[in-house]
């Protein structure tokens, strides 16, 4: 069936490190975004980029649709980089409804 | 206005009883879509509108909960009788969508319903 992964599920990092978390998804997609849902359950709309490559600040985001996934890169990680980074995506066979992936925790320590 | 607004913020009910759900999407963005948030994590898609129409409501659980998104109105979600898996963040989203497959949501701040 249809399905959104992200990877890593949970991810502890030291303050000023880099990482690189990933969304796969399993068909064709019409548009792609990234969101930071922070502590206070806020969804921040980081990026919208169904392909291509964006940057915006620290982060930057790479979505190559034919090989089905998407990459946010963040680095020098800040402790308010913290909480759940979530892929959303509009399949090309669906009705413009986005499809989550299972987000990514991250935490970023002092 | 330029953001999507929701209220209330914060909601409670006893099971059994109805709760209802306003949003306020971006001036000019004629698609408005409803998503729940449980356990923090899964986000699950309900039902989104073109304008005042019903567009998509598979995600819908038809025998408690209703939609509604009249001209010159918040768009509103209603859930008759309450239950406790209801407990929930739900999130509404508009887009404007005028330009072929551009579809970017805007998500309101969302609405924390607890059901005792």
């Known amino acids: 069936g249809i399905q959104v992964e992200q990877s890593p599920p949970d991810l502890i990092l030291q303050e000023g490190a880099n990482s690189t978390l990933r969304c796969n998804f399993s068909?064709?997609?019409?548009?792609l975004q990234w969101f930071h849902q922070n502590p206070w359950g806020q969804l921040i709309n980081l990026f919208y980029i169904p392909s291509g490559t964006k940057q915006n600040g620290r982060l930057s985001a790479t979505t190559v649709a034919t090989e089905r996934y998407s990459l946010l890169y963040i680095s020098s990680s800040q402790t308010t980089d913290s909480g759940v980074y979530f892929c959303a995506v509009e399949f090309a066979s669906g009705t413009y409804k986005y499809i989550f992936g299972t987000g990514t925790r991250l935490k970023v320590l002092a | 206005g330029e953001e999507v607004a929701q209220t209330p913020k914060h909601l409670v009910r006893g099971e059994g009883q109805k709760a209802k759900l306003y949003c306020a999407p971006i001036?000019?963005?004629?698609?408005v879509f409803w998503y729940q948030q449980v356990l923090k994590n899964e986000f699950k898609f309900l039902i989104s509108?073109?304008?005042?129409?019903?567009?998509?409501e598979t995600g819908m659980p038809k025998e408690r909960f209703s939609a509604k998104c009249l001209p010159n109105s918040p768009c509103s979600l209603e859930i008759q009788a309450t239950k406790l898996e209801d407990s929930a963040v739900y999130f509404c989203?508009?887009?404007?969508?005028?330009?072929?497959?551009?579809?970017?949501?805007?998500f309101g701040p969302g609405t924390r319903l607890t059901v005792l």
């Open positions: 509108f073109q304008n005042e129409n019903v567009f998509d």
């Open positions: 989203a508009s887009s404007q969508r005028d330009r072929g497959l551009y579809n970017e949501q805007f």
């Open positions: 068909d064709s997609v019409n548009n």
């Open positions: 001036k000019g963005h004629s698609y």
